[in-house]
């Protein structure tokens, strides 16, 4: 079945501790995307990814890092977590990122930083 | 950047009643999609337009896309509770390069009273 996975599902952490959200698809998709969704914020863009070793900054990247050394895998990693930082993350991965092309979404990390 | 506004922010209605969804974008689409949320969940595909004018149908969704190209709308037929939910449209959008990212709306919030 095709799908983008993410882990975990939720996460309580405290301020300061590294962790890191995988997010695997297996579409053989070029283009993978980080999102946060915050009550009257929507969705908005963290980091994305045209391709392995291709990232670049989305709308709100501060404190936040990511990696793409493989097609399937676009982990996020937070260095140094903060409670602005508590929100629904989303991982999505689209075929490609020209135009057109569907995206597929994660079902979602709830994070809370206290 | 692309900005999508989305109307309205919420929506209650009664079971059976017909309902309109708009996304309007500061710029021309070249491609937009329309998503649906289920509270704290992933967001499910519904329909991708492309065309001025063109206008898709599942079960009871309809989505159009204007002729000029800005301007987005999603009818749902004789709601029903399943279609409770929160709307999403989204749109590809040039961000410099040969990259593209995909940007959302607000969200409309979908309630349907039985």
């Known amino acids: 079945e095709a799908q983008v996975t993410q882990n975990p599902r939720y996460l309580i952490t405290v301020t300061g501790k590294k962790l890191t959200v995988t997010c695997s698809q297996n579409?053989?998709?070029?283009?993978m995307s980080w999102y946060r969704q915050d009550p009257g914020l929507g969705l908005r863009q963290i980091y994305y990814s045209m391709n392995v070793e291709v990232t670049d900054k989305g709308d709100v990247p501060e404190g936040y890092k990511v990696s793409r050394k493989e097609k399937r895998n676009f982990p996020l990693i937070l260095e140094s977590p903060s409670p602005n930082q508590t929100s629904l993350y989303f991982c999505a991965s689209k075929l490609h990122g020209a135009l057109n092309t569907e995206a597929f979404f994660g079902q979602g990390t709830r994070l809370t930083v206290v | 950047s692309q900005e999508l506004e989305q109307s309205p922010q919420s929506l209650i209605v009664q079971e059976g009643k017909n309902l309109t969804i708009n996304c309007t974008s500061s710029?021309?689409?070249?491609?937009l999609y329309w998503y649906k949320q289920k509270y704290g969940e992933g967001l499910i595909f519904l329909m991708m337009l492309q065309k001025g004018g063109e206008e898709k149908s599942h079960e009871k969704i309809t989505a159009k896309l204007d002729e000029k190209k800005q301007q987005s709308s999603l009818h749902i037929t004789a709601s029903q509770p399943s279609h409770a939910g929160i709307y999403l449209c989204?749109?590809?959008?040039?961000?410099?390069?040969?990259?593209?990212?995909?940007?959302f709306g607000k969200g409309t919030l979908l309630t349907v009273n039985p």
């Open positions: 579409m053989n998709h070029e283009y």
């Open positions: 989204g749109a590809d959008g040039y961000s410099g390069g040969s990259n593209y990212k995909l940007t």
């Open positions: 710029k021309t689409l070249y491609g």
